[in-house]
DNA sequence: CTGAAAGCGCTTACAG
DNA sequence: CTGAAAGCGCTTACAG
C-alpha cells in the first residue's frame, strides 16, 4: 500500500509537505501541490483511514439500529439515511434489535466500542428501561432517535404525530358513518402504540360514541397471522362491529385476508384502515386505506439532525436538541367507504 | 477517554504489561492480569478501535453494495449478512447502487477507501463491466458477489441456478395444461434474467412447445407499474395465452393486478407464476404461486465465504474461490391450477 | 514555502 | 514475569 512516505521518497521532500499538499494548504507552493497531487494519483495512493480516524478521532461513520430489517418502513427509513449520509460523506453501519431490549444493548455498546461519530436508534418494542440510551449521551455520543421514541430522553428525535394520525384515521371511520369501532392495538410499551391508542379514543369521545374497551384488542407481535387470528377473534365476540382502526398494515392485511376467508365483505360488512402505507398496501385486494408514514423523509431528516449534532459538537458550539414532527396523509382506498347513511 | 496508559499509571506498571493482561497473554502473571481486568472495568475502558485498526490492519468490518434496500429479497439478504457477520464480530456498512453502473464504482471506491476487511456485492442492472471488481480483487481485498453476479469474473459466489430454477417454472405451467406460455423478462444485462429466459425456453422446448419470441417481453425497471403495463400489451396482441411466468414478484403482482382490473381470471384464463417468493406474494388475491428464493440463508451463506477468506487471506494460507448454489423451490398458490384437460 | 518532531493509542518483537 | 522501544500512517503546531 502506497502510504506519504512513499510520494515524499518518490519526490525528494519531506511528508509533512506532502500531507499539507495533498489537502491543498495555501502554504504549500503551487508548483508543490500539482507535483504532488500527480505522483499521488500515479501511485494510486489512498490515504489510511485507519491513521486518519486515530488522528482526527473522527471515523466518518455511524450507527443506526433498528427493531427489523425486513421490514418496508424501516428499509425506507434505511434508504433515507444512507443516501443523506452518502451526500455528507458518512458510511453507515445498521444493526438490528429484533424488537428485543437485550439485544438493543448489545449492538449499543458495539456502536459504542467502534467509536462511531454519532447513533441513529428506534427502539425495541422491548425496551423499558433506558440506561443504555443515557449511558451513549452522557458519553458525548451524539444520539438521535426516530419513530419509536422514549419521551423522557433528552436528545434529537424524528418522529410522527401517532396520536394526531390515529385520531384522523378514526375520524375517517366516523366520517363514513361507522358507529362500532373496533381496534387492534400494540403492546404496551412502544410509545407508538399508546398514541394510537390514544387518537382512536379522542377521536370517539370527540364525536360521541361510547368507547367501548371489549373492542380494543392489545397484540403482541404486529405479524400478519396475527391479524388474522385477532381478526377471527373480533369476529366470534363483536359481530356489529362496522370498522376497525389497526395499528400497523401489515397486521390489517392479516385481518383482510381473515375477513376475505370467512367471506365478510370489506368494506361493505367492516371497515378497515391500517397505519404505515407499506407498499404492499396498495396492491392487496381489496385495497388497504391508511395513514402514510413518510420514512425515507424520517430517514434523511434524521441523519442531517445527527449531522449537525456531530458538527457541532466537534466545533464546540452551543447546541439544542431537536424535535421534527413530520406529517401523515390518509390515503383513502377501496378497505373503506362511506355507509349507505 | 480511559486508555491503557491511565490504567498503567493506575497500578504503577507499564503500557505494555496492561495491554497483554487485557488479552490474556499467559507471559503475565494471573494476579497482574486480574488487577488490570479489574481497573480496567472500573475505569469503563474500551480500547480505541481507531489505533487497534492502525496496529492490526483489520477494522472488523465489511462493506456490502446492493442494488435497492427497498426491495424483500435483499432485505432479506441484508438480514443474513449482519445476523452472520454479527456472531463473528464484523459490522457491516451497507451501501446502494440504485442499479446504477457509475454509482455501484462509486460505492465500491468508497468502501476501498475505508479499507473493509472484505466486500459483498451484487451488481447493478447497468453494470456491464468490470473493471472495478476486477481492481478489488487485485488489491487483495475479499470480495464476494451474490445473486446478481458476474459469471467471468474469478471469485466466490453465492447464487440460486436461475436456469433450474426458471425451468421449474415454466414446467409447472406446462404440466398444468398450459400450451401458450408467455415469458415477462428483465433487461439484457443482468445474468439473471437471461438464465431465466433460457429455462424457460429450454423448458419448451424439452416439452415440444414451440419457442414464439412474440411471446416474450422486455421490461425494463422491473416495477409493478411495469406489470400492468406489459399486461395490457399481452392481452392486447395474444388473448390466447394461457399460462405466463413472470421473471420476478413484484412484476407479476402488477399483472395480476392488471388481469383483475380488466375483469380476466387468474388462474381459470390465464395462469400466473413469478419468481423470488415476496412475503406480498402470498398475501394477494389470488396468492401468487412462485420459486423461493432463499435471500436470508443467502446472506448468511456469502458471509460466511467472505469470512473465511479473510482468514485464510489473513493467515496467508492457500485459498480456493468457491461457489455456492442455493436450492430453490416452487411454491404454489392460487395463481395457477391445472386446466381442465 | 518547507520540514523535523510530537503524538494519536494501540501491539508486539525483543531484552532482561 | 515485566517493560522500553519501535512502529502502524497520518496531522499539525512550531521553527526556520
Redesign the interface.
Known amino acids: 500500500m502506497v502510504t506519504l512516505k512513499h510520494i515524499a521518497e518518490e519526490l525528494g521532500i519531506s511528508i509533512t509537505t506532502v500531507s499539507k499538499a495533498l489537502k491543498e494548504y495555501p502554504d504549500v507552493s503551487k508548483k508543490t501541490r500539482k507535483l504532488v497531487r500527480e505522483t499521488a494519483a500515479m501511485l494510486n495512493y489512498?490515504?489510511?483511514?485507519?491513521?486518519v480516524?486515530?488522528r482526527t478521532?473522527e471515523?466518518k461513520?455511524i450507527g443506526l439500529i433498528i427493531p427489523e430489517?425486513?421490514?418496508?418502513f424501516f428499509?425506507?427509513v434505511?434508504?433515507g439515511i444512507?443516501?443523506q449520509a452518502?451526500k455528507k460523506g458518512y458510511?453507515?453501519?445498521?444493526?438490528?434489535s429484533n424488537e428485543s431490549y437485550e439485544l438493543e444493548k448489545k449492538q449499543l455498546n458495539?456502536l459504542?466500542?467502534?467509536?462511531v461519530d454519532g447513533i441513529l436508534i428506534s427502539l425495541a418494542n422491548g425496551t423499558a428501561d433506558y440506561k443504555h440510551l443515557k449511558e451513549i449521551i452522557e458519553d458525548d455520543t451524539p444520539l438521535v432517535m426516530f419513530d419509536k421514541i422514549a419521551k423522557i430522553i433528552k436528545c434529537s428525535k424524528v418522529i410522527v404525530d401517532d396520536r394526531k394520525a390515529a385520531y384522523k384515521a378514526t375520524q375517517h371511520l366516523i366520517d363514513i358513518g361507522c358507529k362500532r369501532i373496533a381496534h387492534f392495538r400494540g403492546p404496551l410499551l412502544p410509545q407508538n402504540s399508546i398514541d394510537r391508542f390514544l387518537g382512536y379514543k379522542q377521536a370517539l369521545t370527540d364525536n360521541n360514541i361510547l368507547y367501548d374497551s371489549s373492542l380494543v384488542y392489545l397484540l403482541n407481535d404486529m405479524s400478519?397471522e396475527e391479524g388474522k387470528l385477532y381478526a377471527k377473534e373480533l369476529l366470534k365476540n363483536h359481530k356489529d362491529v362496522d370498522g376497525i382502526f389497526i395499528n400497523t398494515d401489515l397486521v390489517a392485511?392479516?385481518a383482510i385476508?381473515e375477513f376475505?376467508n370467512q367471506g365478510i365483505k370489506v368494506p361493505e360488512q367492516i371497515n378497515v384502515i391500517g397505519f404505515s402505507n407499506w407498499?404492499?398496501a396498495s396492491?392487496?385486494?381489496p385495497s388497504l386505506t391508511t395513514i402514510n408514514q413518510p420514512g425515507f423523509e424520517m430517514g434523511k431528516k434524521a441523519f442531517k439532525l445527527l449531522y449537525k449534532e456531530i458538527r457541532y459538537k466537534k466545533e464546540k458550539r452551543p447546541f439544542n436538541y431537536k424535535e421534527i414532527v413530520l406529517e401523515t396523509d390518509l390515503i383513502t382506498r377501496e378497505s373503506t367507504k362511506p355507509l349507505p347513511f
Not at 489512498?46 to 491513521?51: C, E, H, Q, S
Open positions: 489512498k490515504p489510511n483511514t485507519f491513521a480516524n486515530l478521532k471515523s461513520t430489517i425486513v421490514h418496508h428499509s425506507s434505511v434508504k444512507v443516501s452518502e458510511l453507515v453501519i445498521t444493526l438490528q458495539l459504542a466500542n467502534k467509536r400478519f392485511i392479516g385476508a376475505n407498499f404492499m396492491v392487496i385486494s
